[in-house]
């Protein structure tokens, strides 16, 4: 019942920096949390960052210091601003929304988009 549209992928040069989008169908002040995830080729899809509707902010230790999560209510979005990008970080990213249902919370996950960092 939420749909997630992610914008913002690329190819980027090492050292440099990238802007993801992830706008939902639905008022973001209403989903619990919202975060970041992303699969390389051959790995586990891993968590990048998280957003609560408090605005508390969780960042997986590879990309904390680096990259930044934020939320604009009125925009429905939700961004992933990633600077110092590394090799390493070449995935598709993933937005997900977090919804809590009358038993339990749901997930939605968008389409993904690829990041690809190389000189």
């Known amino acids: 019942q939420v749909q997630l549209v992610e914008s913002g992928g690329g190819l980027v040069e090492p050292g440099g920096s990238l802007r993801l989008s992830c706008t939902a169908s639905?008022?973001?002040?209403?989903?619990?949390?919202m975060g970041w995830y992303r699969q390389a080729p051959g790995n586990q899809r891993e968590l990048v960052a998280t957003i609560t509707s408090g605005s508390t902010t969780n960042y997986a230790d590879s990309v904390k210091g680096r990259f930044t999560i934020s939320r604009d209510n009125a925009k429905n979005t939700v961004y992933l601003q990633m600077t110092s990008l590394e090799p390493e970080d070449t995935a598709v990213y993933y937005c997900?929304?977090?919804?809590?249902?009358?038993?339990?919370?749901?997930?939605?996950w968008g389409q993904g988009t690829q990041v690809t960092v190389s000189s």
């Open positions: 997900k929304a977090t919804v809590q249902g009358w038993a339990r919370p749901y997930d939605y």
């Open positions: 639905r008022s973001i002040g209403s989903i619990n949390a």
